[in-house]
């Protein structure tokens, strides 16, 4: 994952004991299709009729292809990958949603986007929330969430994973070590198979703002003279510098010129150097992209420490918000783009 998640509660399994969950697996056990490396032989994104009508087949990131005998029209989502099918057209099929979707006062959280959260049901709303009751009433046709690691399933507890995958099939879309374009273009093949429609003008306008604002970042870099740009996300004990080379964002802005930090010696998956406060200098930057995620100290926050006072960025004032968990749609990832060109544009070497 990105940076590692600071957790408020273990994940929930549906109380009642074993004997209540029994039950409502033997209710909803019956949903949507069920995984199979079987069915169609199609490439990743498989074709479909309209919503609602079938048969339905689609090729995950897993190699893994799903199958039923309609469309899936009941779908259950990370938040941001249901934000990222709604940029995508889809309405009416997302009925449910788990991590950060509701911020604390009542407005939708970042991971949200567009996404109307008052349609839908919010089964858990932090890192290891996952209700799996709520989850059953649904009676979910599709689970649809990221994939950073092989085969794991963003923001779906390990403990409770089995059961929960009993009540429907996943599609899974990686969101690692590939850049940002892949796992947009993925989502959109799937918000197609589901029936959305990509030549919608809303989504052939993101697509252009998308690509405007990618050769605008280019071009900004270029003038900008070899700024070097950190990523980093702040927690209570240690400071954290990202990987450039497997975080999709990342890897996107480098191919448009960013020079990085490339942290020495990563943890985490590869995705991260962890580095005590001591030593949160270790790395010049002249421009920090620094995660905003309600999971990471913010400047406020960071003010406290004095090493995060003494980096020539912080100095500087050189520094700009960072989605270190984007939202993987054109109109999700445009705005960060533009975002980070104005940072460029206003950001001088150091050294």
Partial sequence: MPFPLRPTRRGLLATGGATALGAVLAACGSSGGKDSGKGADQASGGANSVA?????????????????????????????????????????????????????DGKPDPQAGSLNIDQVEIIGNAWGEFSIEKYAALRPELLVTHMYEPDAHWYVPDESKDKILQLAPAVLTSTGRVSISRPIEHYAKLAESLGADLKAPKVVDAKARFERASEALRQAVKAAGGIKVMACSGSADLFYVSNPKVSCDLIHFAELGVEFVQPEKTDGGDYYEGLSWE????????????????????????????AWGQLPA??????????????????????LLERLTAAVQKSRKLS
Avoid: H, M
Wanted: proline share 7%; aromatic share 10%.
């Fill in 52 to 104: 609602g009508k079938g048969p339905w087949s689609y090729t995950d990131d897993r190699g893994k292809t799903v199958t039923a005998k309609s469309t899936p029209t009941r779908v259950v989502a990370f938040t941001g990958a249901a934000a990222a099918l709604a940029d995508f057209g889809l309405d009416k099929q997302l009925v449910g949603v788990f991590g950060e979707t509701r911020a604390a």
């Fill in 314 to 335: 912080v100095k500087a004032e050189q520094i700009t918000p960072w989605d270190a968990v984007p939202r993987f749609s054109y109109a999700g990832f445009a705005p």
């Fill in 279 to 306: 030593n949160a200098g270790k790395y010049a930057a002249d421009l920090l992209l620094l995660d905003q995620r309600s999971t990471a100290l913010q400047p406020k926050d960071l003010a406290a420490k004095p």
